[in-house]
């Protein structure tokens, strides 16, 4: 890999980014962001990865890596399971957020995590990250932003937003709602059904374009995509 090669100058950053003490995450190495080779200049970042007691054979995985290829797992995840193992990209929400209200083709778009590493409770349930974690992440965010230089940074979360809202230029940020069940429902129960149906247009041509993003929980992504449209409308208003 030539040393002017973007990938190889991301993957050095996170070589010396490693936990010495792990501070009970699960894995030491931070891990690079997916980058398809064709990019349309969108990075899109969600919290954490789910490394719970229940994605117990993904954590095999990885720990039967070596330490470069933990920092290129996604890139592995793609390669062998044609999926990058970041649940709300994964189930099409945030493809859906980036073709509806960016209009950007999705698999040209690059995506990881804002936290870099995950951690557990006791009883192997997700953890929410520590402030020392996600702190640290926003000191490597800073130093891979400055190689990526993406366009349009898309946050999903309050945490993702509070990591990248610092170090990034406001104007080339979108910052959205987790599109998790639970926030969802919350904000299905804030929201008028009119309004959503004011997108219904761009709604029936994302699920004629990409129907297998709509076969669970097909109205939470119809609110997702009214959420990302109004979101980004009003930041350019």
Known sequence: MAKNNLKYRLIKICEGEILVDCMDAIFPEPYIPYIPDKWNGVLVLAEAQNLAKSNDDYVAT????????????????????????????DDGSLKL?????????????????????????KNGVNRNPSKYLKVKSSNI???????????IVLTAGAVARSIIQPIWPLQKQVNLRLPSPIAMGILAGQ????????????????????????????????????HAIKTINKSYE
């Not at 070596?66 to 990209?89: D, F, G, H, M, S």
């Not at 965010?141 to 366009?151: D, G, M, R, T």
């Open 62 to 89: 990885l720990k039967a890596m070596n330490t470069r290829q933990r920092i290129e797992r996604l890139y592995y995840a793609v390669k062998t399971e044609n999926r990058v193992r970041i649940q709300p990209w």
């Open 97 to 121: 957020a980036v073709a509806a209200a960016l209009t950007k083709n999705p698999e040209e778009t690059a995506v990881s995590n804002s936290v870099m590493w995950s951690l557990r409770q």
């Open 141 to 151: 965010w800073a130093k891979l932003l400055k190689e990526i230089k993406p366009k």
């Open 191 to 226: 929201t008028d059904d009119c309004e959503v149906e004011s997108v219904h247009t761009i709604i029936q041509r994302m699920m004629k374009k990409y129907p297998c993003m709509f076969h669970k929980y097909s109205r939470f992504k119809e609110l997702y995509i009214w």
